[in-house]
C-alpha cells in the first residue's frame, strides 16, 4: 500500500556530502517508521538511520555526528543528509517503511535503492 523511491545518489569525494531523497506515496497514513538502510558491495543491508512517527530519530553508531534523517510531510519525502563521507559509507541505499495493517499487521515496504560511491 505504500511504494517508495529513493533518488539523490552519486560519486562524492572522502568528505564531501550528499542528500538522499525518498518520496513516499499510496497510504502514507499507515506508516509507522521511515528508514535508511545500506549495504555495501559483498556485504549484509544494515539500518543506517530511522525515524519514528512522532519524530524521535536513531542512528547506527558509525553515522551519527555525520548523517542526519528529516522529513517533509507536506511532501511525503524522507531526507538523508550525509556529511563528511567516507569511503566506508559506500554502498547501496534503500529507504525502508514499515507499514500498519490493521488485518495483517505491520509489514515492510522498500525503495529500488540509490548507490552512493565515495572516492579517496
Known amino acids: 500500500q505504500v511504494q517508495l523511491v529513493e533518488s539523490g545518489g552519486g560519486l562524492v569525494q572522502a568528505g564531501g556530502s550528499l542528500r538522499l531523497s525518498c518520496a513516499a506515496s499510496?497510504?502514507?497514513?499507515?506508516?509507522?517508521?521511515m528508514a535508511w538502510y545500506r549495504q555495501p558491495p559483498g556485504k549484509q543491508r544494515d539500518l543506517v538511520a530511522r525515524m519514528f512517527r512522532g519524530g524521535s530519530t536513531d542512528y547506527a553508531d558509525s553515522v551519527k555526528g555525520r548523517f542526519t534523517i528529516s522529513r517533509d510531510n507536506a511532501k511525503n519525502t524522507v531526507y538523508l543528509q550525509m556529511n563528511g563521507l567516507q569511503p566506508d559509507d559506500a554502498g547501496v541505499y534503500y529507504c525502508h517503511a514499515i507499514v500498519l495493517d490493521y488485518n495483517f499487521g505491520p509489514t515492510n515496504s522498500w525503495g529500488q535503492g540509490t548507490q552512493v560511491t565515495v572516492s579517496s
Open positions: 499510496g497510504v502514507v497514513s499507515r506508516i509507522v517508521t
